[in-house]
């Protein structure tokens, strides 16, 4: 069935270090791909999103690409800081009923 | 940007004992919300889908007499626990959709002793 498979965490970086997250994904048709943030203490957020092929979703230095052929829509930030330190979701969406499927979440910390 | 409150944050309650759960949309209407169920290091399990005015869709595997349902008006929807018991304490986290966009909830903790 539909599936959803991110990178295992916890993901442990200094201020500044690269950050990539995984996330490739199983499901029919064409579904859209999200990536959800949830600070501590907070409800979810969305972070970014892409809806076809190709297209790249980016917000606050965090960017992620669709990419059909190989399933995946990877999360990247190019200089992390200890604001970013939340767990990260990756979910999609597919068909008219709006349901969300969602990775298990990877937990990320940034150290100063 | 639009906000989805929860009440109460967390609850402590004996087993065998009802309790309630609520989710507003604040500044937006909501046909459809939805609710979440959400285990120490693992993903959102998706329980229910509640539309405005009409009964519940429940996911395989979600007794739908034990998690009641009501979405009676279009900024609020509850989630009723009926009959707690400890395998129920979790963290239960709700979404409402305001066009094609999703908004969640801080989440409510619920402890069954």
């Known amino acids: 069935g539909d599936s959803v498979t991110q990178m295992e965490g916890p993901v442990t970086l200094s201020e500044e270090a690269f950050l990539t997250i995984n996330c490739t994904y199983t499901?029919?048709?064409?579904?859209?791909l999200f990536w959800y943030v949830q600070y501590p203490g907070e409800g979810l957020q969305l972070l970014l999103k892409?809806?076809?092929?190709?297209d790249k979703g980016s917000n606050k230095g965090f960017e992620a690409t669709y990419r059909k052929e190989t399933t995946s829509f990877h999360l990247e930030k190019g200089s992390v800081q200890v604001s970013d330190s939340a767990v990260y979701f990756c979910?999609?969406?597919?068909?008219?009923?709006?349901?969300?499927?969602f990775g298990k979440g990877t937990l990320l910390t940034v150290n100063p | 940007g639009a906000v989805v409150s929860q009440h109460p944050s967390r609850v402590i309650c004996k087993s065998g004992t009802s309790v309630k759960i609520e989710c507003r949309s604040l500044?937006?209407?909501?046909?459809?919300m939805f609710w979440y169920r959400q285990f120490p290091k693992q993903s959102l399990m998706l329980m229910a889908t509640?539309?405005?005015?009409?009964?519940?869709?429940?996911e395989q595997g979600v007794e739908k007499d034990k998690f009641l349902i009501n979405h009676a008006s279009l900024t609020l929807s509850t989630l009723t626990v009926t009959s707690a018991h400890p395998e129920d304490s979790s963290f239960y986290i709700c979404?409402?959709?305001?066009?094609?966009?999703?908004?969640f909830g801080p989440g409510t903790r619920l402890t069954v002793l």
């Open positions: 499901a029919t048709g064409y579904p859209s």
């Open positions: 979404s409402a959709r305001d066009g094609q966009t999703r908004f």
């Open positions: 509640s539309n405005e005015g009409s009964k519940a869709t429940y």
């Open positions: 979910a999609y969406s597919g068909g008219s009923n709006y349901k969300l499927t």
């Open positions: 500044d937006f209407q909501a046909t459809t």
């Open positions: 892409a809806t076809k092929a190709d």
